[in-house]
């Protein structure tokens, strides 16, 4: 039986669960390209009888040269594909900067590498990135373009159908139904596709055998209108000291609108809004890994020490939005920043295997750290206690860190401190050996505090309040010098010792988490600071709950350095792609590794 007439597997889209095999476009070369655009009945291939499109009539054994399958949402996939599809989600409030984010990771050029893998070690090198799918998202070609994501219905899943057409050299296509052309040379591609979709949708459940629906050219024109993923190919080099393998990676990370986080708590979603958030809120099923954006300025202090410092640092950090003012607009971005981490606790994630939470618009952090006499005297925090006017933000600030320490030390004691660095393995057994963890212990329990683990989490949030140590985290990627308790593994005692640690580069991470130490003494850190952030926005429970419950990462993020280290506006930032790598670096090492660590404990009581 010929290649389009074999019967194709009833197989789920990989970024929307619904049914994949939905329209088959197939596109043969010759002297010029053609296509033809037909619905796949039952698996079963082309019949000559069928409803199609097609700039030209193809003999009945005639063979395409690449074939492409679309879900009934939309999603266009390769067929034959060797490689699977990872799904990325990025969910954030509005104006939380997660398309900046966004627009800085597409942009990224991963950092080079100059020494080659130890005996014994694992390297994976990231050697090439494309995003030039014709049928995926369009890449703005200025961040100054970018706006909100919901002026982004306009590149939705029906335009990149479009675009794929325009990328074959297809300017006209003919509707043929039951062997007779229904259209003329002035029909548009538009309208001929349209006049297939109309007959493919009332040949789908739950319209099949109905009666046609009146606004049956609503349906039509609203098929297509979820906006588009963003689709990278990865060439990924896999190193070690006596051989070497190549494998391409295809990535898709979809930038759902803040507006469609704000319903993902929301048992029953608005289904009136020109959002279309119940298809927003559909993409989420099946997702490798969630990007969670949190807009630190959601926090009450840091919105207070902003206004305080400079108002103009708002006018730069906070969307313009018609209607609403600043504060309005904060106590927005905090509801649905509590809603989605709530969410991402409780939903069913059937494949997720991460979820990365990135705190956004660091820059503001390091002006106001900056504007902040230092050091203070007898604080455990260093400038953040003066930058945290309130005593119970305080607490909040630091209860958070010190819990996720516990958390990660507790996840990674369980599992022999694999996937480590040397440096963050030592850390984390000097916050085992402070509270001395019980295997069985849960989010409940460790609520309660440990004081010698709040010693260690002060610490580190103390010196990481130097706005140059911070910064060197989030965004220029200098290594660094860090006072922080210890237990060596060559060392008998048990008992954690101060030790000057070196924080490596952000290129040295990159490296280093790439390949088999995951987690980095970086990752460490930015988990006691970032989740630190986070805790005031959420709640220590809920910040808990989270890391306990799935496999999180915090990173700390610039995407867009609009305010530079003395609180002005900055118009020509550092390589600012730089403020996006470790969050990317979570990313890929998850779908390039698969989960870091399996929780034993979780899965049998799950």
């Known amino acids: 039986m010929p290649a389009s007439q074999t019967r194709t597997p009833d197989i789920k889209c990989e970024l929307c669960d619904s049914r994949r095999s939905w329209l088959r476009i197939d596109v043969f070369s010759g002297i010029t390209k053609s296509v033809r655009i037909w619905q796949q009945h039952r698996g079963l291939g082309f019949q000559p009888d069928q409803p199609r499109c097609e700039s030209r009539a193809h003999g009945p054994t005639e063979q395409p040269d690449k074939a492409y399958d679309v879900c009934y949402s939309g999603h266009i996939t390769p067929v034959g594909s060797e490689s699977s599809l990872n799904k990325i989600c990025l ?5 939380s900067g997660k398309s900046q984010l966004l627009y800085g990771m597409l942009n990224l050029v991963p950092p080079p590498y100059d020494t080659a893998p130890l005996p014994g070690a694992i390297q994976r090198r990231i050697v090439k990135t494309r995003t030039t799918v014709p049928y995926g998202a369009v890449i703005p070609v200025h961040r100054e373009d970018i706006r909100a994501t919901a002026a982004g219905i306009e590149n939705n899943l029906r335009a990149g159908l479009i675009r794929l057409l325009d990328d074959v050299g297809i300017t006209h296509i003919d509707f043929v139904d039951n062997g007779t052309i229904r259209t003329n040379e002035a029909t548009s591609v538009d309208d001929a596709l349209d006049m297939l979709l ?30 588009a993923p963003f689709i990278s190919e990865l060439d990924v080099k896999q190193i070690t000291a006596h051989q070497s393998t190549s494998t391409t990676h295809r990535v898709a990370i979809i930038d759902l609108p803040g507006e469609a986080t ?54 730069l950090s906070l969307r313009t939005a018609q209607g609403g003012n600043d504060t309005g607009r904060i106590s927005d971005s905090r509801v649905t920043t509590r809603n989605m981490i709530s969410s991402l606790i409780t939903q069913e994630h059937d494949r997720a295997t991460s979820i990365t939470v990135a705190v956004t618009k660091c820059d503001v952090i390091r002006a106001l750290l900056a504007s902040t006499p230092g050091p203070i005297p007898n604080s455990l925090l260093g400038r953040w206690a ?58 409940s329990d460790a609520l309660h505090g440990n004081a010698e683990v709040d010693r260690i989490a002060s610490q580190i949030l103390a010196q990481l309040a130097d706005p140059e140590h911070f910064w060197n985290l989030v965004s220029t990627g200098d290594a660094f010098s860090i006072s922080i308790p210890c237990v060596r593994d060559t060392v008998r005692s048990a008992q954690p010792q101060v030790a000057e640690l070196i924080v490596p580069s ?6 280093q988490g790439m390949g088999e130490e995951r ?52 118009r020509f930032g550092e ?11 979570h990313l890929l090492a998850s779908l390039l590794q698969g989960p870091p660590l399996r929780d034993t404990r979780l899965e049998a009581t799950s």
């Open 262 to 315: 704000s319903i993902l708590g929301r048992q029953v979603p608005r289904e009136d809004s020109a959002f279309g958030f119940k298809a927003d809120r559909d993409q989420l099923v099946s997702s490798a890994s969630y990007l969670a954006a949190v807009d630190p300025l959601a926090s009450t202090w840091c919105f207070k020490a902003a206004s305080d410092y400079n108002p103009a640092i708002l006018e």
């Open 386 to 443: 003066a930058l945290i006017s309130n005593s119970r933000d305080r607490k909040v600030f630091l209860d958070s860190a010190s819990l996720l320490l516990r958390l990660l030390a507790n996840r990674h004691q369980r599992q022999q401190y694999r996937n480590t660095s040397s440096d963050a393995r030592a850390v984390l057994r000097a916050v085992e050996a402070a509270t001395n963890i019980d295997s069985s212990a849960r989010v």
């Open 519 to 570: 987690l980095q003494l970086t990752d460490v850190l930015t988990t006691a600071v970032g989740g630190a952030i986070v805790g005031t926005v959420v709640g220590v429970r809920a910040i808990g709950a989270l890391a306990e419950n799935r496999l999180t990462a915090f990173v700390l993020t610039a995407a867009w350095e609009r305010v530079d280290e003395d609180g002005a506006e900055q």
């Open 91 to 95: 969910i954030g409030p509005v104006g």
């Open 506 to 511: 952000s290129d040295s991470a990159w490296h």
């Open 198 to 227: 109309e007959s493919a949708i009332l040949n789908t459940p739950p319209f099949l055998g109905a009666q046609t629906p009146s606004n049956i050219d609503d349906i039509v024109q609203q098929w297509g209108g979820n906006r």
């Open 575 to 585: 390589d600012e792609s730089s403020g996006c790598l470790q969050a990317y670096r």
